[in-house]
């Protein structure tokens, strides 16, 4: 223990240093502290959280393929090489910007739950929360429709290219980056019990550590099929069969029938302004328009004026993040089930109303959603690439909680999503559990548009911190003045603790709890303190950033998360 004491002392004082300043001494824009430089390339741009994956969309692009064609290319690559946060098992969203059409294209890719599973059999189980992990939370894998959905109207080489690079990479090995080592290392004890995952995801039990070559032929094998035979090869054919027949063995309830029936849905994006620009998000059954709401609540106030990390500006978001996520707990869900009223919900005038419930001197501690009239009307991945013709894509995906279920069908190579543990075992509930019906979504992509011309491709990674990092990239940017690279390495804030949309927590009674990460005054934490504010230190809830800029003297910028191994490059 004393041979620890010097590494402790220094991080220590690390911590004081940049928790009394959020700028680092050593950046010539003075701005608050950047790990890097943002990058910039006249052709096209791709920024993922792995490397390698960014790598392979650039050369799909070089090859003659579109933005589309690179973020499935992408993709498939994540799957493989960062299976911690996603991989084909999972669900699948995005906003695409065609340059043809000069409009934006939304794609719902989420499953469905099982037809044959029913609230029913969760009660007879004496069952109050669906299961994390194991075969009760799966739900219908959406991520390969999503490719060939979308590269059917915005693709231009074949998917048999697309997929070719992840193919080889699984066969041959790659080496595996530091921050997915350290979370694949975490899961192994967890999901190592569900059949299927010790043989197809660890090294002799083991997780492979940083640098470690890992394969997974499995995959590549799966990847071949699909390349051969399409969509239905996953859907309707053998890979299908041998899902519907794992789970009957394993006391779960996916079937072939359940895959066969499978389709996304594009959709219709949906804005708010904020300082002269145009946030789009999905709408429900994801969280999208949860930022949406925030910036509303947020325009009102002169951020600028208090400064980036002041009491004041930390406070305000906080606060509007209350109000939103409200609403999201009580009007958020599968809108075939039970429709949201957006249109009100994401209104200025609403806005107006629900304000006059922020104090700036005390922190609210319970709030109750808004009643809005109907009108006329926690692991992830998230990459972004633009192409030489201007097209635009915001993906994201993910198998939910890490690596899923942890429920690996033999011979197949990849792990099924848990996102059905976000059904609420609940009578009436919005979000209660129905065969057939598509659980609340927290994985959301987004994008941003200056005058009707596309600006920004973004996206943050993580739970219900991904409302919450949309509208801090832009605050930062907009109202802070802070560059691509800079708006994401700023230190974040996150508030936990409000209802949720699955009914698994009480409804916040105490305010919830205000994490900062290193690097906010602490005369600031005083302040929020005497507010009323809860505030503690959280290591790691922060989410995971990329974005691409449309570069106003021509071609792009780019950006990547400094808390993942991801890499933003161009030519």
Do not use: C
Not at 348 to 377: C, F, H, N, W
Not at 415 to 435: K, M, T, W, Y
Not at 487 to 510: C, F, K, L
């Amino acid at each position: 223990m004393p041979r620890l004491l010097p590494t402790l002392l220094a991080t220590a004082l690390l911590a004081l240093s940049l928790s009394t300043t959020a700028s680092a001494a050593d950046r010539i824009t003075g701005h608050p502290f950047a790990t890097r430089s943002e990058v910039h390339a006249p052709h096209a741009m791709a920024a993922t959280s792995h490397p390698l994956a960014t790598q392979i969309a650039l050369d799909t692009m070089k090859a003659g393929g579109s933005a589309v064609d690179a973020a499935i290319a992408a993709n498939a690559a994540l799957g493989l090489m960062e299976p911690t946060g996603n991989g084909i098992g999972g669900d699948l969203f995005a906003i695409i910007w065609d340059p043809k059409t000069k409009r934006l294209y939304g794609y719902d890719g989420s499953g469905r739950s099982p037809r044959s599973l029913t609230l029913a059999e969760f009660q007879r189980r004496g069952l109050t929360d669906i299961p994390s992990h194991g075969p009760l939370p799966v739900t219908v894998p959406g991520t390969v429709d999503g490719w060939f959905a979308l590269h059917g109207r915005f693709g231009r080489r074949t998917m048999a290219d697309n997929l070719a690079p992840t193919i080889r990479y699984a066969r041959e090995g790659h080496p595996v980056h530091e921050v997915i080592a350290y979370y694949w290392d975490r899961s192994v004890p967890r999901l190592g019990k569900w059949p299927g995952f010790t043989e197809q995801f660890t090294i002799q039990g083991r997780a492979p550590r940083t640098g470690e070559t890992w394969r997974n032929p499995n995959l590549a094998n799966t990847l071949q099929a699909i390349s051969d035979g399409g969509r239905d090869a996953f859907y309707k054919g053998d890979i299908a069969r041998v899902i519907g027949d794992y789970f009957a063995a394993n006391d779960g309830f996916l079937a072939y029938e359940d895959l066969a029936s499978h389709t996304g849905n594009w959709v219709e994006p949906v804005s708010t302004s904020y300082r002269g620009v145009e946030l789009w998000e999905l709408p429900p059954s994801g969280q999208g328009i949860a930022a949406l709401q925030i910036l509303n609540l947020l325009e009102p106030y002169d951020l600028k004026s208090y400064g980036f990390g002041s009491p004041e500006h930390v406070h305000l978001f906080v606060e509007a993040k209350k109000l939103a996520f409200a609403d999201r707990a009580r009007w958020y869900a599968d809108p075939e089930f039970h429709p949201a009223p957006v249109a009100k919900l994401i209104s200025k005038d609403y806005a107006r109303e629900r304000g006059a419930l922020i104090s700036m001197d005390t922190a609210l501690r319970e709030v109750q959603p808004g009643t809005p009239r109907q009108l006329d009307e926690g692991d992830t991945i998230y990459l972004t690439t633009a192409d030489a013709d201007g097209m635009m894509v915001s993906l994201i995906q993910s198998n939910y909680r890490g690596m899923g279920s942890g429920m690996a069908p033999p011979g197949l190579g990849f792990i099924l999503q848990d996102r059905g543990e976000q059904f609420v075992l609940q009578e009436g509930h919005p979000n209660s559990f129905a065969p057939g019906k598509r659980p609340f979504h927290t994985i959301i992509p987004a994008f941003a548009t200056k005058d009707g011309e596309p600006w920004l491709a973004f996206g943050v990674m993580g739970g219900a911190m991904q409302p919450q990092g949309h509208a801090q990239i832009l605050i930062n940017m907009l109202d802070f003045g802070m560059n691509l690279q800079e708006a994401g390495d700023a230190p974040r804030i996150q508030h936990d603790g409000s209802t949720e949309p699955t009914g698994q927590n009480t409804a916040m009674t105490d305010g919830g709890e205000v994490d900062l990460e290193t690097g906010f005054p602490y005369e600031t934490v005083r302040a929020l303190m005497q507010k009323g504010h809860s505030v503690r230190f959280s290591h790691g809830p922060y989410g995971g950033y990329q974005a691409i800029m449309k570069n106003p003297y021509g071609g792009w910028t780019g950006a990547s998360e400094s808390r993942k191994d991801g890499q933003a490059a161009g030519y």
